[in-house]
């Protein structure tokens, strides 16, 4: 009998508590991450939003102006122009060398 009662242990309740206080730490705290992260995804899509709307805004400003650009170059003629006081360039003249004709001074050769 002795040598059975040696080799059986008697099972001990384990404490659960600190397990149980930890699954509850660990839920509170997914809880509160949960949260901030819903409050950031939120105030970055209202921030897209107001974004989207300026950029909108700005793009169809941008359509305006290069209408009246547009238009604006399509009315200047060249009486128009003259009337404000531009003037037709005359056309340039360049001076060429001729390439088949070299003539060789007398010192060119001499190269110091």
Same mark, same amino acid.
């Given at each position: 009998?002795?040598?059975?009662?040696?080799?059986?242990?008697?099972?001990?309740?384990?404490?659960?508590?600190?397990? +149980?206080?930890?699954?509850?730490?660990?839920?509170?705290?997914?809880s509160?991450?949960? +949260?901030?992260?819903?409050?950031?995804?939120?105030?970055?899509?209202?921030?897209?939003?107001?974004?989207?709307?300026?950029?909108?805004?700005?793009?169809?400003?941008v359509?305006?102006?290069?209408?009246?650009? +547009?238009?604006?170059?399509?009315? +200047?003629?060249?009486?128009?122009?003259?009337?404000?006081?531009?003037?037709?360039?005359?056309?340039?003249?360049?001076?060429?060398?001729?390439?088949?004709?070299?003539?060789?001074?007398?010192?060119?050769?001499?190269?110091?």
């Amino acid at each position: 009998m002795k040598k059975l009662s040696a080799l059986t242990k008697a099972i001990t309740p384990i404490n659960t508590k600190p397990f +149980i206080l930890a699954g509850i730490g660990l839920c509170v705290l997914s809880s509160i991450f949960y +949260i901030y992260a819903i409050n950031k995804v939120v105030r970055n899509v209202v921030k897209l939003q107001a974004t989207e709307t300026q950029l909108s805004q700005i793009t169809s400003e941008v359509g305006e102006m290069e209408f009246t650009y +547009i238009n604006q170059k399509n009315s +200047i003629t060249f009486d128009k122009a003259t009337e404000l006081g531009f003037a037709f360039a005359e056309p340039s003249r360049f001076i060429s060398r001729k390439t088949n004709a070299v003539a060789l001074a007398e010192g060119a050769l001499n190269t110091r």
